[in-house]
């Protein structure tokens, strides 16, 4: 326990009540007295305030145009990157030789540079990969004196636009430069939830005041890992190192909304990324086995490592799994052979010994409500 990271806000996590645990390094909040559910469902009806200052943040700063950077950028992984447009931000991943996931991200255009945003327990991996690859065409900067945070639900606009009106303005995954107080803050429209809400990077001289200003607004709650995991699982989104990591390809993990056409076969900048051969076979033949979400059809939630058969056929296995709040029942993600993937496929899960029902279905679980 000594040695974890703390948050720079950990002082005020302990006073809101929080419980903190090890996740990716630090320590972290995963609950607050309300309790998952009530968090759950909080962010579900109003706004949820999420502390993710353990994620890393990168700034790519071209050292000849915004262009080669982008092409660069475009080496590591599967996106299209030099058609994003300035003020907008997109989901990537990058991948290893044979096309495994080594991280997922997210990245935005932000006129004269390229920001980056990649998972905790990947970010030192991250930003060596990142710096050997990219340092003949940028500098690879780590963010170092900022926080993120992530203000997410229904009145997640109501509640910021109140301290920052130019949010309201913003679209899903539009990026802007915004100020608070004389603080510049980074802000997103983004977020890990299913919910409309905003990611905000914020100087770590305002991060606390910010953060306080945040939960006085009456629609406010904090929120823990514990609800983030839920809400994300309802969303029918990934977590890496769970459900995607170095042995999934994009293919199997149905990723493939990520790989624009400019990269697939036949697209201008075709290829020329980590496991092509292996990302573009699977994109024309199909992959042998794929993500699916799972509806048990008990009460029992089936959690990570549930092994999946279809028959006395062993067919995969669960990846994320527990009690859906919003939905009301369990629920379930994982991988099974191509072949029972289809939705509406039964299935069995061997649960301490037990063989019990489980049937495939579309993801995500909860309707999302992102502001298009």
């Not at 090890?22 to 909040?29: I, L, N, R, T, V």
């Not at 305002?206 to 306080?212: I, K, N, T, V, Y």
């Not at 993990?253 to 020329?272: C, F, N, P, Y």
């Not at 039964?346 to 037990?354: I, M, N, S, V």
């Amino acid at each position: 326990m000594s040695d974890l990271l703390k948050l720079a806000l950990h002082d005020l996590h302990v006073a809101l009540g929080g419980r903190m645990v090890p996740f990716a390094g630090y320590d972290m909040p995963v609950q607050y007295p309300a309790g998952v559910l009530k968090e759950h469902l909080h962010t579900r009806t109003a706004a949820g305030l999420f502390d993710v200052s353990h994620m890393g943040q990168v700034i790519l700063r071209p050292k000849g145009t915004l262009r080669d950077t982008a092409l660069a950028f475009e080496t590591l992984m599967p996106v299209d990157v030099l058609g994003l447009a300035v003020g907008r931000q997109r989901y990537g991943m990058f991948l290893g030789a044979d096309g495994g996931i080594l991280d997922d991200l997210m990245f935005a255009n932000r006129g004269d540079h390229i920001f980056v945003v990649v998972n905790a327990a990947c970010k030192t991996a991250d930003i060596a990969h990142m710096t050997a690859q990219l340092s003949g065409a940028c500098d690879v900067i780590p963010v170092t004196d900022r926080g993120l945070l992530a203000l997410q639900g229904p009145l997640a606009e109501v509640a910021l636009a109140r301290l920052v009106p130019g949010v309201a303005a913003m679209r899903f995954m539009d990026v802007a430069y915004l100020t608070w107080q004389g603080a510049e803050l980074w802000i997103s429209r983004s977020g890990y939830t299913g919910e409309d809400g905003y990611e905000i990077s914020v100087p770590a001289a305002h991060l606390q005041p910010f953060a306080e200003a945040l939960l006085h607004q009456p629609e406010v709650m904090p929120i823990g890992l514990g609800a983030r995991d839920s809400l994300r699982l309802e969303a029918g989104l990934c977590l890496y190192g769970h459900d995607i990591d170095t042995t999934t390809s994009p293919v199997e993990a149905g990723l493939t909304w990520a790989i624009q056409k400019a990269r697939r076969a036949g697209g201008e900048r075709s290829g020329g990324f980590p496991g092509a051969d292996r990302v573009l076979y699977e994109l024309a033949h199909g992959p042998d086995r794929l993500r699916v979400g799972l509806r048990p059809e008990g009460r029992a939630p089936m959690r990570e490592g549930t092994p999946l058969f279809a028959g006395a056929e062993p067919v995969g296995s669960i990846t994320s799994g527990g009690f859906g709040p919003s939905v009301g029942a369990p629920i379930a993600m994982g991988y099974v052979a191509a072949r029972h993937a289809a939705t509406g496929t039964p299935l069995l899960a061997e649960l301490r010994g037990k063989m019990l029902p489980v049937v495939t279905a579309p993801m995500p679980f909860h309707p999302t409500t992102y502001k298009r």
